[in-house]
């Protein structure tokens, strides 16, 4: 038996709570270690402690270093900041790893075997943001700082390299825009390119590519791509794209990693238009979990469980409403769990 590992739990709104409950019982089956030390954020932490991002949540993570956490609501416009932004300034997650894989085959893509590596905490995502007021009207003019820094782009260019290697990834395409935003992501860029021919070269491939460009060629041929690493904003958007190459939101899943603690959650949000309904696919938490056991050292239960829900889904043939299936959250889970029981 492996020790014990104390592990922070955030259910987080909307379908949070039905897609938790139904990984925390895959893992139960799987006999994952996890000790779990369950808190609220997001709307129901406004709700319950007036505080997307009450302090005993915040304490948890300090002492366990690891989460696992459904989507948080974020209003849009005005309200209040990200809780998702704030967790990864707090514990300075840089690093935001999205794995894309094709599961069930016969789809518009099949064999799609990719990783988006996004910078976390840089960029256009700082939140620097300010109105001017001209005449009357106090929105008229709208400002956004963009920070990328040296040291920020070398530490995650660093992470993302190394991830290539420890997991045998033959290319690495650096996606840009730096020749529109010249400083902002050609720093990136320039760091990237250098810290490659300094300590890297001959290890894997490497190319460079615009962002419009790589948007359509990832639609074109996205076989062509092995890991793709980026800055936040690009990283955002080219990662949501690749999640649709393999079936959509509900199978994708993230790691926000950082150098003290590690925070998995799946890509997608807390799906209001579903949530109570019983109906939202597991999945892309479920493989999330999956990236939390390979955290861990725990790389033969992190197998176990990708091989229960790809036979699930291909063999069971049990698929939720967004794969064109009839099956519940609930019993999504339970077909799982006797595959995982059964072998
Ligand atoms: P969303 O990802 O929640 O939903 C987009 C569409 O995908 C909806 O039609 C939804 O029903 C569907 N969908 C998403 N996950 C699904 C699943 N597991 N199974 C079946 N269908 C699924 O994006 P939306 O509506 O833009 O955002 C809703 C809220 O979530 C917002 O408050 C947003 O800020 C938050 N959000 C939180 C994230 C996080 O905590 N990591 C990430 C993205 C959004």
Redesign the pocket.
Known sequence: MPNPIPATLIP????GPE?VDATLTALEALGAPFVWDRHVA?LAGVRSAGDPLPGPALDSIRRTRLAL?G??????GGGYR?S?VRLREEFQLYANLRPARTIIPGGRYDNIDLVVVRENLEGLYIGHEHYVRIDGDPHAVAMATGINTRQGSLRLLEFAFQHAIATGRRKVTIVHKANILKALTGMFLDTGVDLYERKYKGRFELETMIVDACAMKLVLNPWQFDMVVTTNLFGDVLSDLVAGLVG???MAPGGNIGEDAAIF??????????AGKG????V?LMLAAAMMLDHCKLPELAARLRKAIDDTLNLDKVR???LGGSAGTDAFAKALVSRIRNG
Request: hydrophobic letters at 35%.
């Open positions: 987080g709104d909307g379908i897609i997001g956490k989507p948080l609501e974020t209003p849009s990200s998702n959509g939101l509900g959650e799946a890509v997608h949000g807390s799906a209001p238009d579903i109906i939202a696919n597991p892309a939720t409403a967004d």
